[in-house]
């Protein structure tokens, strides 16, 4: 029965996967950007979500949790996407996320853990991109990925936000390492949200 609703919950996951690509593409353009076709683009969304809502039904019971969780599945990817493409995280999906995921928080025990934790994880990112800009003289992190720490505290609570954080900042490192060597050189940036998101995503799914 287990494998049955995965592989049922990993279909709906692919639909929702294409609603997501859909409503990115006309969300990008309410924003004055174009979107692209590429392959990892239009497939990605749907083949992630798939995977990501056949992997959480294996795991994740009763039903209301499994379908609440796969809903926050939908925004990490739909940030995931959106901000590889192009380097933006809407306040158009986060903050409606953010009120969802500080509803579901007042659930929890205490109340207020989500609420200090979502504060806490925004400020510092804050903190971070003003030293940085100060420092670099350039963006260091954008007010997006700051948006997005505050999302992930609202969701996870106060230990898996910093596991999450975690796993993002290393991913983000691996990357921008391989980067730096594949191009002998130290310039460039990287979208940061993917990878905040994928340490999300991560830790979401390791939640009891």
Do not use: C
């Not at 279909?11 to 353009?29: C, D, F, M, N």
């Not at 990892?40 to 294996?58: H, I, K, N, R, T």
């Amino acid at each position: 029965m287990t494998v049955l609703l995965a592989f049922g919950w990993g279909i709906l996951g692919a639909a929702a996967g294409w609603a997501v690509r859909w409503g990115s593409v006309r969300l990008a353009r309410l924003e004055g950007l174009e979107p692209k076709s590429l392959p990892w683009q239009v497939y990605g969304p749907p083949v992630l979500s798939a995977a990501l809502f056949a992997a959480f039904a294996l795991r994740v019971s009763p039903f209301p949790l499994l379908a609440l969780r796969s809903l926050f599945v939908l925004v990490l990817v739909q940030v995931i996407f959106f901000d590889f493409e192009h380097r933006l995280i809407l306040d158009r999906v986060i903050f409606p996320s953010m009120v969802l995921a500080l509803v579901v928080s007042l659930f929890d025990n205490p109340w207020w853990a989500g609420i200090a934790t979502g504060l806490a994880a925004g400020l510092l990112f804050l903190l971070i991109a003003v030293i940085g800009a100060a420092i670099f003289k350039a963006e260091a992190l954008g007010f997006g990925d700051v948006k997005l720490a505050l999302f992930m505290g609202l969701l996870l609570g106060p230990l898996p936000t910093v596991q999450a954080l975690f796993y993002g900042v290393f991913l983000a490192g691996m990357v921008s390492v391989a980067i730096i060597i594949w191009r002998r050189s130290m310039k460039g940036t990287i979208a940061y949200g993917p990878y905040l998101a994928a340490g999300a995503l991560i830790v979401l799914f390791q939640l009891p």
